[in-house]
Structure formats: C-alpha cells, structure tokens
C-alpha cells in the first residue's frame, strides 16, 4: 500500500506537469509566436487593434504598408469596411 501511494505521489504531478506543458506549447504554436528568442523580423501586416461584437464576430484594425484598414471579421469570412487613405478612417 505505501508502494502505490508513494507511485501516485510521484506520478500525479508528473502527468499533470507534462498535461500543463503541453497545452502551453500548443497555446504558443498557436498563436504563432516563435519557440526561439531570436531577432524580430519586421512584419508586412499589423493588427492594431481588435474589438469582440458577439460570438464569432469582431472588428479589427490592420496596418499594412502604412495603412490602416478596418475590417469585420466572422465564420464566414472577412469584410473591408474602411480605410485611413485620406489621414482619417474613410468608408468604402
């Protein structure tokens, strides 16, 4: 009984660790940020900012080449609503 017991106070932690772990590293692969800790390369496209409307929708900001774009995001796909061409967000 104290040989299970003692398994158990060793490899509960274990697992939990290597569950906690896992789903760390997926979170991280996920999102798209690099395991390394190199040099950051510039990237083309920004996202400035993000704002939920309801399950599934959002609105979200995106700079590319200089410009800043608005557009709506949901499950069936993505909509430009505006742009910044003129200095100030403009609609389409």
């Given at each position: 009984m104290l040989?299970?017991?003692?398994?158990?106070?060793?490899?509960?932690p274990m697992i939990g660790g290597l569950a906690w772990g896992s789903l760390w590293l997926w979170k991280r692969v996920q999102m798209g940020v690099p395991l390394t800790g190199g040099a950051k390369q510039?990237?083309?496209v920004e996202l400035v900012g993000v704002l939920p409307l309801g399950p599934g929708s959002k609105?979200?900001?995106v700079e590319f080449a200089g410009q800043q774009i608005l557009v709506a995001v949901s499950r069936n796909g993505i909509t430009r609503l505006?742009?910044?061409?003129e200095g100030d967000f403009h609609a389409d």
């Open positions: 040989e299970y017991i003692l398994r158990l106070l060793i490899l509960l510039p990237r083309p609105l979200a900001v505006a742009d910044n061409s």
